[in-house]
T-cell receptor
Framework: KAGVTQTPRYLIKTRGQQVTLSCSPI?????VSWYQQTPGQGLQFLFE???????NKGNFPGRFSGRQFSNSRSEMNVSTLELGDSALYLC??????FGQGLGEQYFGPGTRLTVT | DQQVKQNSPSLSVQEGRISILNCDYT??????FLWYKKYPAEGPTFLIS?????DKNEDGRFTVFLNKSAKHLSLHIVPSQPGDSAVYFC??????????????FGSGTQLTVLP
């Protein structure tokens, strides 16, 4: 079974631009979560999608948004980029359905975003 | 406010000895705890977990201990091997009314096992 894939792996953008990151979950997984990892902050939860619906959201500004498609692939978008958005963005997929708890999450390798 | 804290950013241990990684949490609603390991350029991989109804869970060389009264958990690796060198993240989750569960991560501890 193929793992979680994320594209692109590396990205350089300038302040004020917007960016879209993509995540393809493990086949059969319907839950996709996004995390931001910065030095010293660990992984911070952005949001989770299940069956095309956002069912949980972390404490991030509205510039961060996401969506999930019918094939469970997910995208996250960051608008009006700031220097502080430079981070590793990780996506994780899970097989657990809504209300069935968290389940084990499988992470992709991440997208390294640098904002200059 | 960090609900999951890993106060040691780094730890060095000699090969064959025990590695002990610590984690503290503040949210009393957390009822499930996990450890993830992360190598450079890879995503975190699940290592071991423990439910709040237990105080110990063991899987091979890895054992997680949970002290609910102290809101503290630890990961023991015995014996430590050079391949264990990685960043270890502690994570927790709990029931939240109106929301699906989510994972709250600590900031990670870089473990280096010296040959």
């Amino acid at each position: 079974k193929a793992g979680v894939t994320q594209t692109p792996r590396y990205l350089i953008k300038t302040r004020g631009q917007q960016v879209t990151l993509s995540c393809s979950p493990i086949s059969g997984h319907r839950s996709v979560s996004w995390y931001q990892q910065t030095p010293g902050q660990g992984l911070q939860f952005l949001f989770e999608y299940f069956s095309e619906t956002q069912r949980n959201k972390g404490n991030f500004p509205g510039r961060f948004s996401g969506r999930q498609f019918s094939n469970s692939r997910s995208e996250m978008n960051v608008s009006t980029l700031e220097l502080g958005d430079s981070a590793l963005y990780l996506c994780a997929s899970s097989s657990r359905g809504f209300g069935q708890g968290l389940g084990e999450q499988y992470f992709g390798p991440g997208t390294r975003l640098t904002v200059t | 406010d960090q609900q999951v804290k890993q106060n040691s950013p780094s730890l060095s241990v000699q090969e064959g000895r025990i590695s002990i990684l610590n984690c503290d949490y503040t949210n009393s609603m957390f009822d499930y705890f996990l450890w993830y390991k992360k190598y450079p350029a890879e995503g975190p991989t699940f290592l071991i977990s423990i439910s709040s109804i237990k105080d110990k869970n063991e899987d091979g060389r890895f054992t997680v201990f949970l002290n609910k009264s102290a809101k503290h958990l630890s990961l023991h690796i015995v014996p430590s091997q050079p391949g264990d060198s990685a960043v270890y993240f502690c994570a927790a989750t709990g029931r939240s009314r109106g929301s699906a569960r989510q994972l709250t991560f600590g900031s990670g501890t870089q473990l280096t096992v010296l040959p």
